[in-house]
């Protein structure tokens, strides 16, 4: 692992880096409202877990068999893609494959192109593209339509967490800004709040031209993807518009439909649902054949699919043997949840992807090491989200593997290596004074 | 065991650099009346080193450390720090190639071992409850020591238990050198576990077997308002509530 630091990289901009990070977290430690929003999110989702495992306790057993399948997907990940390009494309949806960032945002340029209105449903993913301000700066108006993103969005703030975007947002914020796009008081209360981006966005989605999505799932076999959601806002972002693009990771590739559908429930379950309102499948255009038998594409909904499937580090992530894990993840949230650290911070402990888990997100796939750097020395290391997460994923594992790589980078803080080489030279780490 | 064993108590830099933990340790020692070679005071087992990152960098200094225990001749090693111990355990052979030729122990291991020969007792405490924090090194970063330290606390008052225990007990904060980076994060971890796990326990007892979780509680119940705690690491604590003969 290199790639991602660059040789410019002083120790002073490392220590700067660092103590600007620390500025921020210990900010965000006196930050009450954020506080209690957390604690309050916390302990429902707990609550919520144990009731939806409880009440399917066979969803452990699943959850052993969904690893196995992951795990053979992710060392054979270029097949899967191929197979599951084959199969869109059988089913009259475009597809393209994009090895990074910006590769994935020229062929988003091509394919929208400017003066458009796009709706948007929730997707971290297209964070690594850093999506709204990318169309944005080629004349195209996003919305965000995910209630929390639609608040983030409006307060001009970017998301703390995977689940809850606006965890960190009390209603009273959400109050004032809605206030503003309103031009009137709106009330604190969440139902009012709640009913008021219903009616605003409610026109959006059938004036847009574009939908825009990423997918919990997508299958090789039928190139289905598998979109999850309580809101609504999904079946109309990828339903209204003629045109549908969904941005996919690499990672979120399943061999077959009936492997998916063991994928959701796990995925439901571990992330405190006994079951949610809606899932999407999602396998092409809309069509019909219902005048003579001749088909023709865009009946109700989009008359056009692009799916762009986007690398960016992940294939270099599924080759390494310690880092591979991390493609596992399913974005459960749990890990957050249930971290000692996380919810007193949220997201300001990451970057695009957070906590535990986003550190090496970070560095490998949305960030680099420069951007993993500060926020790999802030786990404490327990290993308690192994313990709790779907995917048996150890982060704090990955995350001493990532301290290593940071070593051979020279992008150590420098009270690391001040600690470091005091032990080397005196043989500890508290060295006694003469 | 071996019929002329020759103990060795690896003390560690965090014990060796906090007072109260040192005497606690020490203490408990000349209270159990055992003999041992006191080993690691002045020298570190190179733990920060890998959670540095320090991997390379490491092989020298383990190799030093390795001669300062293979010359004391010890059969046996006994450490009340679980990242020493799985240093000594998992790090020395898997990382490093170095087989010490004899066993470690954690201290509570030694604990159950001392309990079991009744060469320590321990005084009941008929109203005394506590909790008991697991530290992840012995617990479920390491071998599990879940029901030993609590079997031996119950000799001597009862045990509580929060709702999230053993392998799936909160984390207090305080391990992977976050007591170094970012000192209040680590401090407001342990603050907030517990709040959540011990404030409606009905005790102000909290003991650990982890130098690391022992300091950073200990801070962190040093911000609580509601109720006062008293932290113990398992040495201090059996030092003061141990049967003299
Ligand atoms: S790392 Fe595990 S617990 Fe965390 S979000 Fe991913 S799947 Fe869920």
């Known amino acids: 692992m290199s790639g991602n630091a660059k040789g410019a990289e002083t120790t002073e901009d490392i ?9 921020k977290i210990y900010r965000a430690l006196k930050d009450d409202f954020l506080k209690t929003a957390l604690e309050r999110a916390v302990s429902s989702f707990r609550k919520n877990r144990d009731a939806a495992l409880a009440a399917f306790p066979e969803v452990e057993g699943k959850r052993e068999r969904l690893l196995e399948i992951k795990d053979e997907v992710i060392c054979n990940l270029a097949d899967y893609v191929a197979r599951a390009r084959e199969a869109l494309e059988r089913n009259h949806a475009k597809t393209y494959y994009a090895s990074d960032a910006s590769a994935a945002n020229e062929i988003l340029a091509d394919i929208i192109g400017t003066g458009k209105t796009i709706v948007k449903a929730k997707s ?3 964070e690594e593209l850093e999506f709204n301000s990318m169309m944005e700066e080629t004349g195209n108006l996003v919305w965000e339509t995910d209630l929390g993103e639609f608040i983030i969005q409006l307060l001009g703030e970017k998301p703390m967490h995977i689940l809850a975007p606006a965890v960190h947002v009390p209603r009273e914020r959400t109050a004032k800004v809605f206030s503003e796009v309103a031009g009137r008081e709106m009330p604190t209360d969440p139902e009012k709040l709640t009913m008021f981006a219903r009616e605003f966005l409610r026109d959006k989605y059938f004036s847009a031209d574009v939908g825009f999505s990423g997918a919990n799932f997508i299958t090789a076999d039928t190139g289905t993807m598998f979109l ?26 399943m061999p077959s439909l009936s492997d998916a559908m063991l994928g959701l429930e796990v995925l439901m379950r571990y992330a405190g649902y006994l079951v949610t309102s809606y899932v999407s499948m999602i396998s092409g255009p809309a069509k019909t054949g219902d005048i003579e038998k001749i088909t023709v594409y865009g009946a109700h909904g989009p008359r056009e699919l692009h799916v762009i499937f986007l690398d960016n580090g992940r294939l270099k992530a599924a080759r390494d043997p310690d880092y591979r894990e991390m493609l596992r993840c399913l974005r459960c949230g749990a890990c957050m949840y249930e971290c000692a650290i996380y919810p007193l911070v949220s997201g300001h402990w990451g970057y695009h992807y ?77 060295p006694k004074e003469d | 065991m071996p019929d002329k064993e020759k103990l060795g108590v690896f003390f560690g830099c965090t014990t060796v650099g906090a007072p109260h933990l040192l005497e606690g340790l020490v203490g408990f020692l000349v209270k159990a009346r055992i003999d041992y070679v006191p080993l690691g005071k002045d020298l570190c087992c190179g733990v920060p080193l890998l959670l540095a990152g320090y991997h390379r960098e490491a092989g020298a200094h383990v190799q030093r450390v390795k001669k300062h225990m293979v010359e004391a001749g010890i059969t046996r090693m006994v450490t009340s720090c679980p990242h020493c111990y799985l240093m000594f355990r998992e790090g020395f052979p898997n990382d490093f190639g170095i087989e010490l030729g004899f066993e470690t122990m954690h201290f509570v291991e030694f604990a159950v071992e001392l309990l079991n020969q009744g060469k320590i007792k321990l005084k009941l405490h008929k109203d005394m409850k506590i909790v ?47 007591r170094a980076s970012l000192p209040k994060l680590a401090v407001a971890a342990a603050k907030r576990k517990i709040i ?29 308002t509601e109720r006062g705690f008293n932290v113990f690491d398992l040495p201090m604590f059996l030092a003061e509530n141990m049967e003299e003969e």
């Open chain 1, 15 to 23: 220590n700067k880096a660092f103590n600007a990070y620390k500025r």
């Open chain 2, 196 to 224: 959540d796990d011990y404030l409606n326990k009905g005790t102000d007892i909290i003991v650990t077997s982890c130098p690391f979780c022992t300091l950073n509680l200990t801070d962190g119940a040093g911000e609580i």
């Open chain 1, 354 to 430: 957070m906590g535990g888990i986003g550190v090496p997100w970070t560095a490998l796939i949305s960030g680099g090491l420069t951007k993993a750097a500060p926020l790999a020395y802030s786990c404490a290391l327990c290993g308690r989200c192994k313990e709790i997460c779907p995917a048996g994923i150890d982060s704090a594992k990955l995350i001493e593997r990532l301290r290593r790589d940071l070593k051979r980078e020279g992008l150590v803080p420098g009270f690391i290596r001040k600690m470091a080489e005091a032990v080397i030279n005196t043989g500890t780490p508290y």
């Open chain 1, 228 to 253: 999850i959601e309580n809101e609504g806002n999904i079946r109309f972002a990828t339903n209204a518009p003629e045109v549908h693009v969904a941005v996919i990771g690499l990672e979120k590739l």
């Open chain 2, 132 to 178: 008991y924090h697991d530290p992840c090194g012995i617990g479920r970063r390491g071998p599990g020591l879940h029901q030993e330290p609590r079997s031996v606390l119950a000799s001597c008052a009862e045990v509580v238990e929060a709702e999230r225990a053993d392998k799936l007990g909160t984390c207090c904060g305080g391990g992977g050198l976050l």
């Open chain 1, 124 to 126: 971290i993913t297209s």
